[in-house]
């Protein structure tokens, strides 16, 4: 698959400018120039893969049209979200953005933007939170691994990507809801939690579905935060279920440039939500474990501020800011 994934989004946004969206769910109203698809993270990670399957379900129902994906990854995404609104705002540059990223980093205080500069235009979905142990563990349900940390305070291990992340924060969430104190352990990525998780190293992991999907023959699941039990883990409950309101995981969406109009934004908010009611789409996101949402600008003001107060008080768990 080339690189060609950012034109498409350009062109979307002025000839979406005068279609409403009741009639653009009837039919792709295609672009009239292209767009570029800024990335803050390399090639290959979640964020990629969600944009290639978003250049694919855009190049089908618009065949002229090219969306090219530029990537300028560096500090956690902080690079790019840095430098986004110096992009021209002429509707013709998208930026893919995240959650808890854009709350957590201005409040860690290492980066060049605060999270009022990111003007966030759709969220189309999240990876869910998810707890995991080897399929070797002793623990084979939820209670079970609770019981046992309880027990033993301090004891039990958890692995994670990244310190001061969004499984980080996960982890400190799982604590503090259930009344128990285990350790994380943070490793450099996925891969490497994984070889410990797999290899039986570590008590466990607070991950993300995709991981549990493509581990299920090594890790037994133990619960996962969603709205609903996860259609290829139908066994494992949900926080709900276990008593705790927790539906959450690393989002991502798309921004625009603040100088962007806001009848652009929409626009392309809408484009957004169409591609996100396609069966492809959809058949593509639940191989993958990713969950679609579909956040609007209608809904965007109340769903930032439910999430940046939600993330907020994860970061003073993980005492982001704090001088030692």
């Known amino acids: 698959?080339?690189?060609?994934?950012?034109?498409?989004?350009?062109?979307?946004?002025?000839?979406?400018?005068?279609?409403?969206?009741?009639?653009?769910?009837?039919g792709a109203q295609c672009p009239d120039k292209n767009v570029l698809y800024w990335q803050a993270f390399p090639p290959g990670g979640e964020s990629d893969l969600s944009a290639r399957h978003q250049q694919m379900v855009l190049k089908k129902k618009c065949a002229a049209v090219e969306t090219i994906i530029q990537y300028k990854a560096g500090a956690g995404g902080g690079l790019m979200w840095s430098q986004m609104n110096q992009l021209p705002g002429d509707g013709a540059n998208v930026v893919g953005i995240n959650l808890p990223h854009i709350?957590?980093?201005?409040?860690?205080?290492?980066?060049?933007?605060?999270?009022?500069?990111?003007?966030?235009v759709y969220w189309f979905h999240y990876t869910p939170d998810i707890l995991v142990v080897p399929v070797a563990s002793p623990y084979k349900t939820f209670a079970e691994f609770i019981a046992a940390a309880k027990k033993a305070p301090g004891t039990m291990n958890l692995g994670?990507?990244?310190?001061?992340?969004?499984?980080?924060?996960?982890?400190?969430?799982?604590?503090?809801?259930?009344?128990?104190?285990?350790?994380?352990?943070?490793?450099?990525?996925?891969?490497?939690?994984?070889?410990?998780?797999?290899?039986?190293?570590i008590d466990g992991a607070v991950t993300y579905t995709p991981f549990a999907i493509n581990n299920k023959t090594k890790v037994r699941a133990l619960a996962v935060a969603m709205e609903k039990r996860h259609p290829l883990m139908p066994e494992v409950p949900t926080f709900r279920e276990l008593g705790v309101d927790w539906v959450d995981g690393a989002y991502r969406g798309i921004g625009m440039p603040k100088s962007t109009t806001p009848e652009a934004r929409r626009k392309m908010g809408e484009l957004w939500g169409q591609l996100n009611t396609d069966a492809e789409m959809k058949e593509l996101a639940g191989k993958n474990g990713f969950e679609l949402v579909n956040i609007g600008p209608d809904q965007m003001d109340a769903f930032m501020a439910e999430k940046t107060k939600l993330y907020t008080e994860g970061a003073a768990r993980l005492k982001l800011g704090v001088k030692k």
């Open 1 to 26: 698959m080339n690189i060609t994934i950012a034109r498409g989004l350009a062109t979307l946004v002025l000839a979406c400018a005068a279609t409403p969206f009741a009639v653009m769910a009837q």
């Open 160 to 201: 994670g990507s990244g310190l001061n992340s969004a499984n980080h924060a996960a982890h400190e969430r799982l604590n503090a809801a259930f009344g128990i104190k285990s350790t994380y352990v943070p490793y450099k990525g996925t891969g490497d939690m994984a070889l410990a998780v797999v290899g039986n190293q």
């Open 103 to 120: 709350v957590f980093q201005p409040i860690e205080g290492e980066v060049q933007y605060k999270t009022a500069d990111v003007t966030p």
